[in-house]
């Protein structure tokens, strides 16, 4: 029984079989397209054909003969495969290579950006803080109510103690209850959920 092959190995071992079967036909025709009595046109004045020589007949390959070639050629075959796929491989290790260093490049640009995004973030916040602080009570809470209720908080609790609370004295009853009840979770050490 022969090893498994890959279908490349498959189309060579039939057309070397196929070389093989059409070498045999040829020994056993001898060449000849109709047998023995092939005409054979001579020109007036040459010399008579001289009869071919008889081609000895070889015998065609049997099938164990065939088995032993493919099994003879089965490991060079395998070898030459793996080589192939080490080499695939190698390229591809190659292109994952150059997009690992891509990425790191991208991730180190990502990193700087958000640092450069975390201090821009630190100093406008601080700056925000420092208007509403600058602001009279009334005017404050009034643009306090409009803001997002998480920001309102951070910053009235960034905010000194009496300013803040000046600020939520001024503010409606319903959005002072929303400020406080966000900033008293804020303050929790312990995770309420």
Known sequence: MMPSLSPHERRRARAILFAAAT?????????RAHGEDAVRQVLPGAQPAVAPQQLTREK??????????????ADAA????YALQAEELKQLQAGIDERMKAL??????????????????????DGVVKIYAGMKPDAAAERLAIVNADLA??????????KASVI???????????LTGIMAS??????PS
């Open 104 to 125: 790191d490049a991208k991730k180190a640009e990502y990193e700087t950006w958000l640092k450069r995004r975390e201090v821009f973030l630190a100093r406008a916040e």
């Open 168 to 178: 939520l004295n001024e503010m409606d009853q319903k959005a002072a209850a929303t």
């Open 60 to 73: 065609a390959p049997d099938q164990s003969e065939i088995e032993r070639f493919c099994s003879n050629i």
């Open 78 to 81: 395998r070898d030459r495969r």
């Open 186 to 191: 804020a303050a929790r050490r312990v995770d």
């Open 153 to 162: 908080a951070a910053i009235l609790m960034k905010l000194d103690s009496r």
């Open 23 to 31: 070498l045999a036909a040829i020994s056993v025709f001898g060449g």
